[in-house]
């Protein structure tokens, strides 16, 4: 296999390294890659008139709107509901949550958690049947409204 040398600036600081051929394809020239990127994006923002400083300060404030975009009110009702969630998950049993978090939350075909509990796909069927119904019922319970379509 054939080394590669590469070397890596941060700041004042510079590192030499000598790489494998799959190493440096694995994982330095991804992040290579994406360190172009960015580099090309400043180029052209400060092509049309931004510095760096204000590319950086974009970047920041892109990434804050982002994260930040929901108002109080929107943030306040997404916690109740999570916590409603939470205690609806609460109501069932440990088998019953674990099958919920597999096939609803993380969207785990039933035929895959099936074989990987090593039971039947129809009996976990109807566990998953049941299961729902009995969210449902939680759900009505706490005043919202299912649709049954």
């Known amino acids: 296999m054939s080394e590669k040398i590469i070397r890596i600036k941060s700041g004042n600081e510079e590192f030499t390294m000598s790489v494998t051929e799959e190493e440096y394809l694995k994982y330095y020239r991804p992040w290579w890659k994406m ?10 923002m400060e092509r049309n008139g931004y510095t760096e400083e204000s590319y950086e300060e974009w970047k920041e404030n892109d990434m804050r709107t982002e994260l930040f975009a929901e108002s109080m009110e929107e943030l306040a009702e997404k916690r109740m509901l999570l916590d409603v969630l939470r205690d609806a998950m609460d109501s069932l049993m440990p088998e019953e949550r674990e099958l919920a978090m597999k096939v609803f939350g993380e ?43």
Not at 125 to 146: A, N, T
């Open 35 to 44: 360190k172009k990127r960015e580099q090309r994006n400043r180029e052209t």
């Open 107 to 149: 969207e785990m075909p039933l035929a895959d958690y099936a074989e990987m509990k090593g039971k039947n796909p129809r009996t976990l069927s109807d566990h998953k049947r049941k299961i729902l119904s009995k969210l449902q019922k939680f759900f009505v319970e706490h005043g919202f409204e299912i649709d049954n379509r």
